[in-house]
């Protein structure tokens, strides 16, 4: 559970980042977090990730008070985070199986389990094939899978995701957040930033917008938002997007992040 | 185990991703130790070369010509009797003088053995145990009767003193001032490679690793230099300190001094110096960086 109580950051230079934030996010829930430039969006985030500490308010995380944690608990903390950036930040000079790897490398994993890890993760995002191929090689939507495969390879039960599809194609955008979906349903809890309304539009969760700092609307999805506006924004998404086809994801979104820790510890053989 | 591999293999790559960084903090740090050990020594020769004529600042006392053999004995046992003295050394002037025949030109050796008397003196070489109070040992013995004259080169043990206390000075303040260019450039270095790992830091960063683990590969990019930069700087003070006595034995020898300083004898200390300062600089310039670094910067690098 994510709780955000009176949560208020101002920067020294004087931005009032966020004003009085009050908010819960239960665990397994899925939330986009909508904005314009400037609204708050990225504050959220740090905020989340404890990159930032509010200038006053209480953040909780699962237990733990942000704003009292020890300085060299944060890694630790950081762990059970996957993050997602709008610009992948895949390192060029490393494969898609390293680019993964590393994540796991950096916090000490040994390289047996490594070995067992990644290409699980990586047939969960179906990118098994391009293991060897180098980030520049793959599109945009590719990448990004390979960011959330990162994301994932640290068995993290929060996906923080920051603008994942802003540098990718429509229905791409509409793939990523559909994997998204699916590690939400096998427990996961994800919180994505975007500021695509049509996007969002199409998937009927939480929806949570930010405006000069403040939470302006919380709860209600878009889609029944723009239903009442007399559009019909599905009609509008599905042609824009094309539905992916179906993958098996069973592995993972049918057990708790538990049982695909076992699936992968005995290598997905059975 | 497999972590410090892993992470020492890190430091490597660091080196070779910037190739062209690493060569050049090598070759600055590698003048800057190779400056210190010049620097070292000279020092090292001045000092072996002043103790070296401290060592021969003894004291001559010449007994009269005419002194009787009672009564040179009696001037020996005086000078025994003084206080701060190591030994008195009897010179008689029979000695002295085949010594001196011995050292001689052949031709002159020569004409010398015809004369019939011997044109020395009976003398004593005295030792003093406390340089500082060498002169008062002079006047003391000055004092004494029976004596022609004394001999001692005090004053140019005191010049050269001087001259190395000042040598000492300035080496140190060299050997210092280039340890502080050292520090910059191993840490500028290491700057320079953070920097061209941004991405890498912020992926860890936001992955949960550690400080320390961060910090691990950009410490062992800092000692490789400094090893590599320290082992290098030997063997070149090494090769321009024996070209350097090939150059000036003659001098040296000249003034008198055989007291030359093997490179050898002090190669080990160098060598362990100057690895040890490439560690050092190497941890401390990487970790000033390092910490200035992972402070100020953060991962979300977001515009809002």
Redesign the interface.
């Known amino acids: 559970m994510i709780q955000f109580k009176n949560v208020s950051k101002k920067y020294d230079n004087g931005t009032h980042a966020l004003k009085d934030i009050n908010l819960t996010i239960e665990k397994g829930e899925f939330v986009f977090v909508v904005g314009s430039s400037g609204a708050g969006k990225s504050t959220f985030l740090k905020l989340m990730m404890r990159e930032e500490v509010p200038s006053s308010g209480t953040i909780v995380v699962d237990d733990i008070d942000l704003t009292k944690i020890k300085k060299r608990d944060i890694p630790k903390f950081r762990r059970r985070l996957g993050i997602v950036f709008q610009d992948f930040r895949l390192i060029p000079n490393m494969t898609v199986f390293d680019n993964v790897a590393f994540a796991m490398r950096v916090i000490g994993t040994k390289e047996k389990k490594i070995g067992r890890r990644v290409p699980y993760v990586l047939s969960l995002m179906g990118l098994n094939e391009k293991a060897r191929n180098f980030p520049q090689e793959l599109s945009g939507g590719e990448q990004q899978r390979v960011a959330l495969a990162r994301a994932l390879a640290n068995n993290a039960d929060i996906i923080i995701a920051d603008e994942p599809t802003g540098n990718v194609d429509p229905q791409m955008s509409y793939e990523i957040v559909d994997l998204l979906m699916r590690l939400n349903e096998a427990g996961t809890t994800v919180i994505m930033v975007t500021h695509e309304h049509s996007l969002v539009r199409c998937f009927d969760k939480r929806v949570i917008i930010l405006d000069k700092g403040n939470v302006v609307s919380d709860g209600g999805s878009l889609v029944r938002e723009a239903a009442t506006s007399h559009i019909n924004p599905v009609s509008e998404i599905e042609h824009r997007y094309d539905v992916p086809p179906e993958e098996d994801y069973s592995a993972y979104t049918q057990g708790t992040s538990a049982q695909a820790e076992e699936f992968a510890v005995t290598g997905g053989a059975e | 185990m ?2 410090l591999r ?1 992470l020492t293999k890190e430091g490597f790559r660091n080196l070779k991703v910037n190739k062209l960084m690493s060569v050049a903090s090598v070759t600055v740090l590698f003048s800057c130790l190779m400056l210190i050990g010049i620097a070292f020594m000279i020092l090292v020769n001045i000092q072996s070369f002043i103790s070296g004529i401290e060592a021969e600042n003894v004291i001559m006392v010449y007994a009269d010509l005419d002194a009787s053999d009672y009564e040179y004995m009696a001037l020996g046992n005086e000078l025994n009797a003084l206080d701060n003295i190591t030994s008195v050394e009897a010179v008689e002037k029979e000695a002295a003088y085949e010594e001196i025949l011995a050292e001689m030109d052949e031709n002159l050796r020569i004409y010398l053995s015809g004369l019939d008397e011997n044109p020395l003196p009976d003398a004593y070489r005295v030792t003093v145990t406390d340089m500082s109070r060498f002169e008062n040992v002079v006047n003391e013995i000055k004092k004494l009767d029976g004596i022609e004259r004394v001999y001692e080169n005090s004053s140019l043990a005191k010049q050269l003193e001087g001259i190395r206390d000042s040598v000492t000075y300035i080496s140190l303040g060299i050997i210092i001032l280039l340890l502080i260019v050292s520090l910059f450039i191993i840490s500028n270095t290491i700057k320079v490679t953070m920097f061209s790992r941004r ?2 830091i ?10 320390s ?2 910090r691990w590969p950009f410490m062992v990019e800092g000692i490789i230099i400094g090893v590599i930069a320290g082992i290098l700087a030997t063997g070149a003070v090494w090769a321009v300190y024996e070209f350097a006595l090939t150059s000036f034995t003659s001098v040296l020898t000249g003034l008198g001094s055989g007291v030359q300083v093997s490179f050898l004898d002090y190669a080990l200390y160098l060598v362990a110096a100057f690895v040890g300062i490439g560690i050092f600089t190497g941890i401390f310039g990487s970790a000033t960086s390092i910490r200035k670094y992972l402070k100020e910067r ?3 690098e ?3």
């Open positions: 497999g972590n892993y991405l890498e912020s992926i860890m960063k936001s992955v949960g690793a550690t400080n683990f961060i953060k991962f979300v977001l515009e809002d």
